[in-house]
């Protein structure tokens, strides 16, 4: 069983910018391709990025390319979520999730198996 949790998010003026940190407690983070969802009330869960294994390949939702950064380090059993120009349609819960049973990344949640149980971000205009 992996456990998830998730940090760094708050309060930010439209655009300022976050970086959210997911850590991991097991010993095959490596192995695990990680995304990052968002959820905002009243809405589904929606992919925001992915990473592969080694951080050589990334994939990003359409309204993120640009301003959204992934990055992971596997030494430290973390993946990151860099976000710059925020805007306010950026407020949600954010989750990262550990897909586990494939090697091609997958942009629907039900791909994933593990997740945190997510940090706010909010983004005043």
């Known amino acids: 069983q992996e456990q998830l949790v998730e940090s760094g998010g708050g309060l930010v003026q439209a655009g300022g910018s976050l970086r959210l940190s997911c850590a991991a407690s097991g010993r095959t983070f490596s192995s695990y391709i990680m995304g990052w969802f968002r959820q905002a009330p009243g809405k589904e869960r929606e992919f925001v990025a992915a990473?592969?294994?080694?951080?050589?390949?990334?994939y990003y939702a359409d309204f993120v390319k640009g301003r959204f950064t992934i990055s992971r380090d596997n030494a430290k059993n973390t993946v990151y979520l860099q976000m710059n120009s925020l805007k306010p349609e950026d407020t949600a819960v954010y989750y990262c999730?550990?897909?586990?049973?494939?090697?091609?990344?997958?942009?629907?949640?039900?791909?994933?198996?593990?997740w945190g149980p997510g940090t706010q971000v909010t983004v005043s205009s």
């Open positions: 999730g550990a897909q586990t049973w494939t090697s091609y990344i997958r942009t629907g949640a039900s791909a994933y198996t593990y």
């Open positions: 990473i592969t294994r080694s951080g050589g390949n990334t």
